[in-house]
Structures are given as structure tokens and as C-alpha cells.
């Protein structure tokens, strides 16, 4: 199976901060990533698609970037409704066999 | 449109099966794929497996002898079956509706259930 690293774990920001966030594939993975932001409590929300692709509706300080084996996602200026955890997801092919999720990553208000 | 919502036992005994429903509401399931993803208390989310909408299933290797995902067309749900269960199954579980393919080339999971809590336990 293809390995995700994603990091870091933890991050601590403060309001207007650019925040970064990465995940590395063990392999190359194309542009088949995705990721989620989730606050406690709550399922998982769609933010970024095939590696840059903003979903519908999604804030523009919100962006992805990456290709092959190394991603990036990126807050442009922190708000305090973006306090959440946040995952990256890899798949494998077209069409998907396997689905993965990295560590996440939370995010706090420094 | 599409919503998601889970049921099914929030209470299961240790070896026993453990049977939840995902119901699709605002659209027709035949058109999508659907995920299953589960989360232990105070951990990240781990994908358990999926329906494309060829037919097909897939699952994660480490749970794939104990899991079976299976659609029901003519009552618009999606189940998930895990037998054998262990404390270590103890997790929120979600559906979620898988976008992409055909025209596509991406898939993600845009449309997720509210999640439903599994405690096993005798």
C-alpha cells in the first residue's frame, strides 16, 4: 500500500497567519489527493480536490498545490472559524481501489 | 439534494456482527459511488471501504475479511456489515457519497452522513 506522511501534527496560529500544512506519498500518486477540514463533533468537509481544485463554495484563502509526491495545503490569512483538524486523502488510481487518510492535522489559536 | 444519514445499533457485543444503514435521500444511488470511513475515539479518520457504481467493492486490507458493502436499489440505501467485532471497533462511523470518475479523472467524497457512534461492549 502507498504510504501518507502528513505534517505536522499539531500547529498553533494566530488570526491573519499564513498557515502551511504537508503530505508526502511514498509513491507517486499523481494529482489524486483531497483534503478535508473537521471541527469536533462534526463529519468531514470537502475543501480542496484533485490537488488544487477549490470545491464549490469554499473560502479562496484556502488552497492546495502539488503533484506526484509532495503536497501542499495552504490558509492564506488564519480566521477563527478555520480552528479545526484537517486531513489529506490519497487514492491510488482510476477508479480508486484504496482510499487513505493521513494523520491530520490540528490546528489551534495561538 | 444529497443527504446522508446513518442508523443502525449504537450498542454491540464483542464477536457479534456489527449492521449499519446509510439512507440516500435527494438522489438516486445507482448514479454515485459510497464510502464508508470510521473514527476511534480521539484519532483520524480511516477509510473502510467503498462501492463504485460499476458494482464493484473495494476494501482496506486489514479489515477485509470481516467487511462486506452492499446497496439496496429499491430502498435507495447502502449498508456495511462487520463481523467479528472487537473493542477495537469502537469508532464513529460515516457514510459518504464518493464524486468523480466517468468524465472525470478524480474522486473525492463530498457529500458525508452525520456520523453514527458504534460502542462494542458486552
Known amino acids: 500500500d502507498i504510504q501518507m506522511t502528513q505534517s505536522p501534527s499539531s500547529l498553533s496560529a494566530s488570526v491573519g497567519d499564513r498557515v502551511t500544512i504537508t503530505c508526502q506519498a511514498s509513491?507517486?500518486?499523481?494529482?489524486?489527493l483531497n483534503w478535508y477540514q473537521q471541527k469536533p463533533g462534526k463529519a468531514p468537509k470537502l475543501l480542496i480536490f484533485?490537488?488544487?481544485n477549490l470545491q464549490t463554495g469554499v473560502p479562496s484563502r484556502f488552497s492546495g498545490s502539488g503533484s506526484g509526491t509532495d503536497f501542499t495545503f495552504t490558509i492564506s490569512s488564519l480566521q477563527p472559524e478555520d480552528i479545526a483538524t484537517y486531513y489529506c486523502q490519497q487514492y491510488d488510481d482510476l477508479p480508486p481501489s484504496f482510499f487513505f487518510f493521513g494523520q491530520g492535522t490540528r490546528l489551534e489559536l495561538k | 439534494q444529497v443527504q446522508l444519514q446513518e442508523s443502525g445499533p449504537g450498542l454491540v457485543k464483542p464477536s457479534e456482527t456489527l449492521s449499519l444503514t446509510c439512507s440516500v435521500s435527494?438522489?438516486?444511488?445507482?448514479?454515485?459511488?459510497w464510502s464508508w470511513i470510521r473514527q476511534p475515539p480521539g484519532k483520524g479518520l480511516e477509510w473502510i471501504g467503498y462501492l463504485h457504481y460499476s458494482g464493484n467493492t473495494n476494501y482496506i486490507s486489514s479489515l477485509k475479511s470481516r467487511v462486506t458493502i452492499s446497496v439496496d436499489t429499491s430502498s435507495n440505501q447502502f449498508s456495511l456489515k462487520l463481523s467479528s467485532v472487537t473493542a477495537a471497533d469502537t469508532a464513529v462511523y460515516y457514510c459518504?457519497?464518493?464524486?468523480?470518475?466517468?468524465?472525470?479523472?478524480?474522486?473525492?467524497?463530498?457529500?458525508w452522513g452525520r456520523g453514527t457512534t458504534v460502542t462494542v461492549s458486552s
Open positions: 459518504a457519497r464518493v464524486s468523480g470518475g466517468r468524465k472525470y479523472f478524480y474522486y473525492y467524497m463530498d457529500v
Open positions: 484533485d490537488a488544487s
Open positions: 509513491q507517486d500518486i499523481s494529482n489524486y
Open positions: 435527494g438522489g438516486s444511488i445507482r448514479t454515485s459511488s
